[in-house]
Nanobody, 125 residues
Framework: QERPVQSGGGSVQAGGSLTLSCTAS????????IRWYREVPGKEREIVSS?????????ADFVEGRFTISRARDDVKNTVYLQMNSLKPEDTAIYYC?????????????????WGRGTQVTVSS
């Protein structure tokens, strides 16, 4: 399974900033939507933000303009960044990226969707 590689995260005080990144290989027959989720123990995993293959961006309501998703792509890989500003203690969670793949043309995309391993974000008050 082609698993994306996550980096970034860490510990900051409230009001601080962190940047997460997610890098995944590209496959010629596939196009990708890339999503960021977060999970807190005892709660369901929730979506934070996403960027479609056409660069349409989505943010959950709780982001409230504090986060920015962006993508850098070359011939062999996609890297998606989640810039998180004005962090709050309630943003503390494990953040996961997910690659949703679909066919680009008439040829099938056989590479499965995949999740990153997660990265811890801790915001102290």
């Amino acid at each position: 399974q082609e698993r994306p590689v996550q980096s970034g995260g860490g510990s900051v005080q409230a009001g601080g900033s962190l940047t997460l990144s997610c890098t995944a290989s590209k496959f010629p027959e596939c196009k990708e939507d890339i999503r960021w989720y977060r999970e807190v123990p005892g709660k369901e995993r929730e979506i934070v933000s996403s960027i479609r293959n056409d660069d349409y961006k989505y943010y959950a309501d709780f982001v409230e303009g504090r986060f920015t998703i962006s993508r850098a792509r070359d011939d062999v890989k996609n890297t998606v960044y989640l810039q998180m500003n004005s962090l709050k203690p309630e943003d503390t969670a494990i953040y996961y990226c997910k690659i949703d793949r679909m066919k680009r043309s008439n040829r099938p995309c056989v590479t499965p969707n995949s999740w990153g391993r997660g990265t811890q974000v801790t915001v102290s008050s």
